[in-house]
Structures are given as structure tokens and as C-alpha cells.
Antibody, heavy 118, light 107 residues
């Protein structure tokens, strides 16, 4: 059974870089797209971007200038970096798997709350 | 960007009631709409993909319909455990987008 677990600092200072890692257990990264999605407190869901298992990426234009997603297949990990953060980036960050067709998010991690504050 | 608008934003419902949630897309997206359930303190869970396809593990009382711009998620007979926020999501075009959510409260 594939499971996803996000990890990383829960507090980031304004203007610094948010870094999170998603560890995949029970399966490999092959054939799937791996995505990051965030949810601001009390608000809806925002797609950040995804990376295909061969390394191809696609980002939300609203964040594209600040975001980078990468993967380490040997460790079955997907990483997120978001630079120049502000309070507006405070959110729960989810790692999610897209099916091989790149359509629905069929498996989600538990999420990691990141607060941007000095 | 494709905008998804859900209605209602909030609904208070009684057990065994039939519930319908609507998701309207700002342009034709075929059947590329997927539905998720998010309970408080949990991550979203996929319920329906491609407008009407059931997914493994989702209760059979959940069903979806629609194509083009108008879609519905129906709960045939509401159970107390269905108290949650429901989101639609489109994969027709980038960036992927979600509806604003519909919160169901059980009376």
C-alpha cells in the first residue's frame, strides 16, 4: 500500500525559502506524476505543480517564478522549494500522487503545516 | 485559467437525505472533473474521477454526472460520516484548479 509522508520545518521566516520533502513508501516513483498542493487556513485547495517520474515539471503560473520541484528516485522522495516566502504562503502543504494519465489525485499525504512568521 | 464554481457553499442536511452538489466550469472541460471529500483535520480523499467513474474504496452512495461545463456529485442517502467539505477539481487544462468547496453539516 503506497503511503506519502511530508516532512520539513514548520516555521519559516519571511523572505526565506520553504523546503519540504515527501517520502513515498510501499512503491516506486515510476510511471506516476507527483504533485504538491497547498491549503491556506480555512480556505480551499491550490495546485502548486507536479513532476513526472522522468523529471518533467509543470508549475502553477501564479507560483512559477518562486517554486521548484525535484525528485530522488533512489530515496523515493519528492522535494518542494518555494523561495521569497511571505505570510500568504502559510498553509498546509500536501504531497499527492497523480495517476499515470495525469488526471486525478488518487493518494495524498497527511500534510505539513508551514507557518511563515518572523 | 479554468474557474470552477461550486454550489452551494454550505448545506445543512439530515441523515438519509439525498444531497446534490454542483460544480460549474468556466469553459468546456469534457469529463475531466474529479471529486474529493475532506473531513476535518484530514487530507482530501478521491471519490469520483472523470465525472462519473467510481474509485476503489468509495462508498456506492456517491455518484457523479455531467460533461462540458456542468457537473454534479450526488449522495443518494446521507450518512452521519459524510459530514465533510467536498471539492471538484479539473484536469482539462493547466493550471489544475479546484472549486471553492461545499461544506456539508449534518443536522
Amino acid at each position: 500500500q503506497v503511503q506519502l509522508q511530508e516532512s520539513g520545518p514548520g516555521l519559516v521566516k519571511p523572505s526565506e525559502t520553504l523546503s519540504l520533502t515527501c517520502t513515498v513508501s510501499g512503491g516506486s516513483l515510476n510511471t506516476f506524476y507527483w504533485s504538491w498542493i497547498r491549503q491556506s487556513p480555512g480556505k480551499g485547495l491550490e495546485w502548486i505543480g507536479f513532476i513526472y517520474y522522468i523529471g518533467t515539471t509543470n508549475y502553477n503560473p501564479s507560483l512559477k517564478s518562486r517554486v521548484s520541484i525535484s525528485l530522488d528516485t533512489s530515496k523515493t522522495q519528492i522535494s518542494l522549494r518555494l523561495n521569497s516566502v511571505t505570510a500568504a504562503d502559510t498553509a498546509i502543504y500536501y504531497c499527492a500522487r497523480l495517476s499515470p494519465r495525469g488526471d486525478a489525485f488518487d493518494i495524498w499525504g497527511l500534510g505539513a503545516l508551514v507557518t511563515v512568521s518572523s | 485559467e479554468i474557474v470552477l464554481t461550486q454550489s452551494p457553499d454550505f448545506q445543512s442536511v439530515t441523515p438519509k437525505e439525498k444531497v446534490t452538489i454542483t460544480c460549474r466550469a468556466s469553459q468546456d472541460i469534457g469529463s475531466s472533473i474529479h471529486w474529493y471529500q475532506q473531513k476535518p483535520g484530514q487530507s482530501p480523499k478521491l471519490l469520483i474521477k472523470y465525472a462519473s467513474q467510481s474509485v476503489s474504496g468509495a462508498p456506492s452512495r456517491f455518484s457523479g454526472r455531467g460533461s462540458g461545463t456542468d457537473f454534479t456529485l450526488t449522495i443518494s442517502s446521507l450518512e452521519a460520516e459524510d459530514a465533510a467539505t467536498y471539492y471538484c477539481h479539473q484536469s482539462s487544462g493547466f493550471p489544475f484548479t479546484f472549486g471553492q468547496g461545499t461544506k456539508l453539516d449534518i443536522k
